[in-house]
T-cell receptor, first 118, second 113 residues
Framework: DTGVSQNPRHKITKRGQNVTFRCDPI?????LYWYRQTLGQGPEFLTY????????KSRLLSDRFSAERPKGSFSTLEIQRTEQGDSAMYLC????????????????FGPGTRLTVL | GQNIDQPTEMTATEGAIVQINCTYQ??????LFWYQQHAGEAPTFLSY????GLEEKGRFSSFLSRSKGYSYLLLKELQMKDSASYLC??????????????FGTGTKLQVIP
């Protein structure tokens, strides 16, 4: 399977604990995105990378959230001191941005990691 | 910032045609996507429009009017499996000159026999 993969698929944790999620994008894709989605809502942008550079981080993202993409391949999203409001589906997507000016770049989504904070 | 509006829910009959509208307000517009999302699953790509007009792909078509900030997704010959949420997403250049994709809240479509 050469699609976007995410691990774990489900995570249950107690309030105050730290959690880390991993995303492996489609291998040749240079852009990687993290979204958060709650029931009945569309995906909410968190941050994105072009290769290893983090280009933008949502203002909605508190300092408890951090993301890395150290070698421009897989990425990790860490949430420190989790709160019940962090319970959501965390989606990762990747795309191939090429050409100048940048052309159409469809995002391919992974299956998501569902976080439940008790 | 960006503002994207689409109806929350719609119901249509199997075999019929349904049109899902999306209006948006943004600066630096650079394309509009439609995604399908079944309950509990990740979104999957349906269409992309950057120029005005209609793009047809099988039973699905997508229309864009940049001057009106308006798009619609047209689904023909509805099937029960088309019951899903349909997400409108706008790509725009942000203040740093980078591209950002913002999703609407989605339209939950229910297809009934």
């Amino acid at each position: 399977d050469t699609g976007v993969s995410q691990n774990p698929r489900h995570k249950i944790t107690k309030r105050g604990q730290n959690v880390t999620f991993r995303c492996d994008p489609i291998s040749e894709h240079n852009r990687l995105y993290w979204y958060r989605q709650t029931l009945g809502q569309g995906p909410e942008f968190l941050t994105y990378f072009q290769n290893e550079a983090q280009l933008e981080k949502s203002r909605l993202l508190s300092d408890r959230f951090s993301a890395e993409r150290p070698k421009g391949s897989f990425s990790t999203l860490e949430i420190q001191r989790t709160e019940q409001g962090d319970s959501a589906m965390y989606l990762c997507a990747s795309s191939l941005l090429q050409g100048y000016p940048p052309d159409y770049n469809e995002q391919f989504f992974g299956p998501g990691t569902r976080l439940t904070v008790l | 910032g960006q503002n994207i509006d689409q109806p929350t829910e719609m119901t249509a009959t199997e075999g019929a045609i349904v049109q899902i509208n999306c209006t948006y307000q943004t600066s630096g517009f650079n394309g509009l996507f439609w995604y399908q999302q079944h309950a509990g699953e990740a979104p999957t790509f349906l269409s992309y429009n950057v120029l005005d007009g209609l793009e047809e792909k099988g039973r699905f078509s997508s229309f864009l009017s940049r001057s009106k900030g308006y798009s619609y997704l047209l689904l023909k010959e509805l099937q029960m499996k088309d019951s899903a949420s349909y997400l409108c997403a706008v790509r725009a250049d942000d203040s740093g000159g980078y591209q950002k994709v913002t999703f609407g809240t989605g339209t939950k479509l229910q297809v009934i026999p």
